[in-house]
């Protein structure tokens, strides 16, 4: 077995049962908690990333949106 490849994410407020753990493990991407042993296999590791870009993308686009028509987020 590969050695998994992680990163974290948290939300602006950081609390540590939001915290979410992607890692990469024979070609698919998975998400964890901390401090929890539950994993949860998203899907090929290419197909999400392309969904994680594709998220990214239009979380950009919905900012500058807002931001013209003066909502914050």
Same mark, same amino acid.
């Given at each position: ?10 939300? #602006?407020?950081?609390?540590? $049962? ?18 929890? $042993? ?7 590791? $290419? ?6 870009? #594709?998220?990214?993308?239009? #979380? ?11 909502? $914050?987020?």
């Amino acid at each position: 077995m590969s050695r998994p490849v992680v990163s974290s994410f948290t939300s #602006d407020r950081w609390e540590p $049962e939001l915290g979410i753990i992607f890692s990469s493990r024979e070609g698919f991407a998975w998400a964890s908690w901390p401090e929890t $042993e539950v994993a949860i296999r998203l899907g090929r590791h $290419e197909m999400v990333a392309a969904m994680m870009q #594709d998220f990214l993308a239009q #979380d950009a686009l919905g900012k500058r949106l807002n931001k013209q028509r003066g909502v $914050e987020d």
